[in-house]
């Protein structure tokens, strides 16, 4: 046995162990994933492997294009190569690539997201309104928490889930120089119905349509999105603006309504609101997603009982 390295042939030996056959040019290439990885990350680390963009290989398996339809690439997923390759057949290409190319951590990171509450992925957009009676259940009032954030106004709330990460991330920043303020928050269907109502009135329902969403189709009403700063478009040049952009991704915040994505969000440039969508959502959001929330949420939409179903926590032997 070499003094550095794994022990011959101890690749094949894990791959007849799921009774797939690998093609020996992987095997050689010491590209034969371990099988015992569930691409879960520990407590307190918030990274998901090297921070490749969507379209790179996974940095522990290079030409999964040439591993069988029978290949299990996860251990955490009763699914194979090709019933994911089936299932992604009726995605965009670039985002079925992006997938393909780095199956075991994608994987890894739906894994993660699983795992957390199912309401924190809710799609809210102008198709698919929430009920008018819908009001997160753990609603905190941030005056509790005052001597930790800068509230540029009285009664703001939000999910007590999210506070933890919002919590680290106004720390971080504030480390770095860089003060979060939050503007508006939670709010209520009715409240809603007035804010669309009022800017209709002031700009025209066309106008409004743009920058304001009707009642029922607000994030605001999931209580995990945050409109910082002075919600206007300059806040992207403000250093908490830059900020954010950079970094909000690694605490869960993902930006809303990018530049230039109007046709796809509905709603124009917003560079101050973020929503939450928790740290495994924002790496596959920007990992596979070209770091566009919509495109994520839409997926997310379709295709989370697909991959709940053939989700079974623990080792290949499962299966």
């Not at 920043?173 to 709010?187: F, H, K, M």
């Amino acid at each position: 046995m070499a003094r550095f390295g794994r022990p011959p042939g101890a690749p094949i030996v894990a791959a007849l162990f799921l009774g797939v056959l690998v093609p020996a040019s992987l095997v050689l290439a010491g590209c034969v994933p371990d099988f015992g990885d569930s691409g879960k990350t520990g407590p307190g680390d918030t990274s998901s492997g090297p921070e490749a963009p969507p379209g790179e290989s996974s940095p522990e398996i290079t030409r999964w294009e040439e591993l069988p339809d029978s290949f299990l690439p996860h251990g955490d997923f009763a699914l194979t190569l090709g019933a994911l390759r089936e299932t992604l057949a009726g995605e965009s290409p670039d985002i079925a690539r992006a997938i393909l190319e780095a199956p075991q951590k994608f994987l890894g990171l739906m894994a993660q997201a699983l795992e957390m509450p199912r309401d924190l992925f809710v799609l809210v957009d102008k198709s698919t309104p929430l009920p008018e009676d819908y009001v997160p259940e753990d609603l905190v009032d941030l005056t509790e928490y005052q001597d930790r954030l800068t509230l540029n106004r009285e009664g703001l709330s939000l999910r007590k889930v999210i506070m933890p990460d919002l919590l680290a991330m106004v720390e971080d920043a504030a480390r770095e120089g860089i003060t979060l303020d939050l503007s508006s928050t939670y709010r209520s269907y009715a409240y809603q119905e007035w804010l669309f109502q009022y800017w209709v009135d002031q700009l025209g329902r066309e106008r409004a349509e743009r920058s304001s969403a009707r009642p029922g189709s607000s994030q605001h009403q999931l209580g995990t999105a945050i409109d910082f700063g002075s919600v206007t478009g300059p806040f992207a040049q403000h250093p908490a603006g830059r900020w954010l952009a950079e970094k909000g991704w690694r605490y869960g915040f993902s930006l809303s309504y990018p530049q230039e994505y109007e046709e796809v969000t509905g709603y124009i440039y917003e560079p101050w609101h973020f929503r939450y969508i928790t740290r495994p959502g924002t790496r596959l959001e920007r990992f596979f997603f070209d770091g566009i929330q919509q495109y994520f949420l839409e997926f997310w939409d379709r295709r989370e009982p697909f991959f709940r179903e053939r989700y079974r926590p623990g080792s290949p032997s499962h299966w």
